[in-house]
């Protein structure tokens, strides 16, 4: 820990149990619950025992192969003249903080079902027991939510104190993209004379009108400052940003709103986190957990904490389809380990990670755990009670809200423990010149005044996503990626990077004797747009051996013939040169 940064030492957190990682590792592998490639391929690995779990121990159920959903039912041009070959089918605790427990603050409740995570012994059952910490009872109810391969089951409703389902209902007979679409004003535009055909989701998507809406009358109707003053208006505009809150609670499935803390997008807080769980509890020699597929978002905030304290970075590999090695990452969780902080989805590759598993073999270890949501919100129902995180953060603008705001949902217990990032107005009780008391979270996050706006913004945003409903939403976007995957796989000399067994809408790629340049640069003139760079991911990039990609990523407002547009251009490209 550098001197000056911290007024008082690290604080200690409970030391990791090896013994009962591996034996959790082992049990999750041996019931099937990983993608083989997760699965150990030899011995499990021996690691030294000490130090103590806790006991974490949740069922839920186990995860399986989806069928296909009704999608938009668009014919497939001719595409030039190369017919099409056969396309392949893309197959598919609480932990005991030592330091000052906050006895005001209600835990987690006690029962619920992760997405798609096999039932797991508690650790009761491994002769662990910590009578100190909050127990989790084992839940034997088995989901009857239907499957899609990047979509787990929700928590039954009534197991989680989550006041609306809308985010859980199944998916609709009948995908209305193209009355989606017209909700999008963006999508209307023209683009070198052609339809805008927008594929640069993954990097930031487009607004419904009722987003733009929201926020422009917040502009017209309701703007004031919030919390402070005594006046009608002043009101209006807490109120609407308060609600906005509420709104992020509900679509994190969290338990509080006091958990909710509005920041700038997912850069901001995963920065909040690092400089103050991390310089709080995270000191010389200790570890944090990431893994070979970050953004740059989730790497460079730990190298800078890292940088001030002598913390060490240790980095879990993926394999060559950009999976996470699971086994590897049972291996590195050892003593000194303090964080894990992984992406819940790689922007880059669209690998969905089993943050179930990585979260339970954490808690087994004593670790905490971040989670990168910002790829995963836009597809993924997410109940962060249900998945145990401890801290996890998005964008609004990845979620068709507005730019220049997000948020960091954290276990109330631990924002209480946190000391403040950032110091300014609205974030105190008291200020005098000897002495500055401080609001309790989430206040104690928000120096200065927000983004009304952009909250506001935000929750229409929540409000659009949860009356589609996000089951239905992942169902489409699996079945147009599949469609896509297909059609894509038959052009010659194109070779996807990243073919996890899960994915997400992101379909890196680059094409021999092509640079991603001059294919992105082609595509433009054709009115599409794609990413082509290193996507903010440059380690993911390197371990192919690349320096960038071209990256199309689906939203659920693109249909078959975004995907068909897309693919007749990259033949017209192939063909002429
Ligand atoms: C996985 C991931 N993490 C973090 C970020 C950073 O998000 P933002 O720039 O909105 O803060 C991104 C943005 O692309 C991302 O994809």
């Known amino acids: 820990m550098s001197e000056g940064l911290l007024a008082e030492p690290v604080a200690t957190l409970d030391q990791p149990h090896s013994e009962v990682v591996l034996s959790l590792f082992r049990e999750i592998t041996s019931r099937g619950a990983l ?19 806790l006991p974490i121990g949740p069922a839920s159920a186990e995860n399986g192969a989806s069928s296909a959903v009704p999608g938009s039912q668009s014919v497939i041009p001719a595409v030039e003249e190369d017919p099409l070959s056969p396309p392949p089918v893309h197959t598919g605790t609480d932990l005991e903080l030592t330091e000052s427990p906050n006895d005001d603050v209600t835990s987690v409740p006690a029962s619920f079902e992760p997405f798609g995570f096999g039932t797991l012994k508690s650790l009761h059952e491994f002769g662990l027991e910590n009578p100190g910490a909050d127990t989790i009872p084992h839940s034997n109810e088995v989901s009857d939510y239907p499957d899609y391969y990047f979509l787990g089951a929700p928590s039954k409703q009534g197991a989680l104190d989550h006041s609306s389902t809308r985010g859980v209902q199944p998916p609709l007979a009948a995908f209305d993209v193209e009355s ?11 683009s070198h004379g052609r339809p805008l055909v927008y594929l640069d989701n993954a990097a930031t998507t487009q607004k419904p009108q009722a987003v733009i809406d929201a926020t422009s009358q917040f502009y017209s109707n309701d703007n004031a400052p919030v919390h402070r003053a005594a006046y009608e208006l ?15 609670r509900e679509f994190l499935g969290a338990k509080d709103k006091k958990e909710i803390v509005f920041t700038r997008g997912t850069t901001e807080a995963i920065n909040l986190v690092a400089n103050t769980f991390g310089r709080k509890f995270i000191g010389s020699g200790d570890e944090i957990l990431l893994t070979e597929l970050e953004h740059h978002a989730n790497i460079v905030p730990w190298q800078l904490l890292s940088e001030q304290t002598g913390a060490v970075i240790k980095v879990v590999p993926i394999n060559d389809r950009g999976e996470l090695i699971l086994e590897e990452y049972a291996k590195l969780l050892g003593p000194r380990t303090k964080l894990v902080s992984v992406a819940h989805v790689s922007n880059s590759l669209g690998t969905i990670n089993p943050i179930e598993q990585i979260i339970q073999l954490a808690h087994a270890a004593g670790v905490h755990v971040l989670i990168d949501g910002a790829q995963s919100t836009p597809h993924i129902p997410i109940n962060v009670q249900a998945l145990d995180a401890d801290f996890f953060v998005f964008s609004g603008h990845k979620i068709f809200g507005p730019t220049g705001i997000g948020a960091l949902y954290g276990k109330a217990h631990l924002l209480e423990l946190l000391p403040p990032w950032q110091g300014g107005g609205h974030m105190i009780k008291d200020v005098r010149f000897e002495k500055t008391v401080f609001q309790h979270p989430p206040e104690k996050f928000e120096a200065g005044t927000p983004d009304i706006a952009g909250a506001v913004g935000l929750g229409a945003a929540i409000d659009y996503i949860l009356k589609i409903g996000l089951p239905a939403i992942a169902a489409y976007e ?7 995957t297909n059609l894509l796989s038959g052009i010659p000399g194109l070779r996807f990077i990243g073919t996890a067994a899960n994915k997400a809408s992101v379909l890196s790629l680059i094409i021999d004797g092509h640079s991603n340049e001059s294919i992105a640069k082609h595509l433009d003139t054709q009115g599409i ?13 390197r371990h192919f051996g690349l320096e960038s990609t071209v990256r199309p990523s689906l939203a659920f407002y693109n249909n078959r013939a975004d995907v068909e547009a897309l693919v007749q251009a990259l033949y017209s490209l192939i063909k002429h040169s």
Do not use: W
């Open 478 to 484: 699996h079945s147009l990626l599949e469609y896509a």
């Open 180 to 190: 989606i679409r017209r909700d999008f004003p963006a999508l209307q535009l023209r």
């Open 529 to 541: 747009a794609v990413r082509a760079g290193h996507h903010c991911a440059l380690p993911a990039q």
């Open 234 to 248: 002043a009101e209006r505009a807490t109120t609407a940003f308060e609600n906005a809150r509420e709104n992020v």
């Open 35 to 53: 993608p083989a490639s997760s699965a150990p391929q030899s011995g499990s690995p021996e690691l030294p025992s000490e130090g103590k779990g």
